[in-house]
């Protein structure tokens, strides 16, 4: 296990590229990295919450919709292109609309989930791989979700979207090479403004959780950053669970 000065020691001058961190766990993410003293870029759609982040940590603000692959393409390369390199891409861009049951969902609401979701993902991965192959190094860390393995109703985009992109990270890591490394985290149920949206959905038993039960975007923030340390390598290819206590335990994370 790292401790935190550690990790920080390693992240420190890292040019660390997030996607969709206006809030939530992409936030405190942001937060994170800034503290361990990494070069970041904040890459989303326009928004005063995105550009409060990016003003906060001291981050260049991209205007990216991760759904766009030009987009995102021109996002790395703006990073390679200020920064000489880039170090670590964080997938973390999500929606968990539309709650909807299939009978009833908007098709081109749900595919939009998939374009967000799923090929967000697959964008930062084709774009961020042969730069970070050609370096020699790097990072790619997607946030992905238990409703990956779980079907739940009203979620039927959400939860293939997230099993895809676990597939995605299963994939990219076998084409990586041995020096680019990627993994998943899956952070349990988190107390953001997606899970109000859960909850206020009242669709299946999620909703129902209580909020006290949820873990602070903090976690999972520092999850990310211990995942770009050594420490996480037998997890290359797979996934951080913090459903884990092990893993939380390892992490320096507790209840």
């Not at 968990?96 to 969902?105: H, V």
């Not at 098709?107 to 989930?113: I, L, T």
């Not at 730069?131 to 409703?147: C, P």
Request: with cysteine; hydrophobic share 45%; glycine share 10%.
């Amino acid at each position: 296990m790292t401790d935190t000065t550690d990790r920080d020691a390693q992240l420190r001058g890292k040019v660390v590229l997030i996607t969709g961190a206006s809030r939530g766990i992409g936030a405190a993410a942001a937060r994170r990295f800034a503290r361990a003293g990494a070069i970041l870029g904040l890459a989303g759609r326009p928004s005063a919450g995105l550009k409060a982040v990016a003003q906060e940590t001291g981050a260049t603000q991209l205007t990216c919709n991760v759904a766009d692959a030009g987009q995102v393409k021109d996002a790395v390369e703006h990073m390679v292109r200020d920064h000489g390199r880039l170090d670590v891409l964080i997938n973390n861009a999500g929606t968990i609309d539309p709650i909807a049951l299939m009978a009833g969902a908007d098709p081109a609401e749900w595919g939009q989930q998939i374009d967000v979701n799923l090929k967000g993902v697959f964008h930062g991965m084709w774009a961020a791989l042969p730069v970070m192959q050609a370096e020699g190094a790097g990072t790619i860390l997607t946030v992905g979700s238990g409703a990956a393995y779980n079907p739940l109703e009203g979620w039927s985009g959400y939860c293939a979207s997230k099993a895809g992109a676990m597939m995605l990270t299963r994939a990219a890591h076998l084409e990586a090479g041995d020096r680019v490394r990627v993994l998943s985290l899956s952070p349990g149920t988190v107390a953001t403004d997606m899970q109000r949206a859960i909850r206020d959905s009242g669709v299946n038993a999620v909703s129902q959780i209580d909020w006290e039960t949820h873990i602070p975007p903090e976690w999972p923030a520092e999850a990310l950053l211990w995942m770009c340390t050594p420490d996480a390598d037998d997890f290359l290819g797979a996934e951080v669970s913090l459903r884990d206590e092990s893993v939380r335990n390892r992490i320096g994370l507790a209840r």
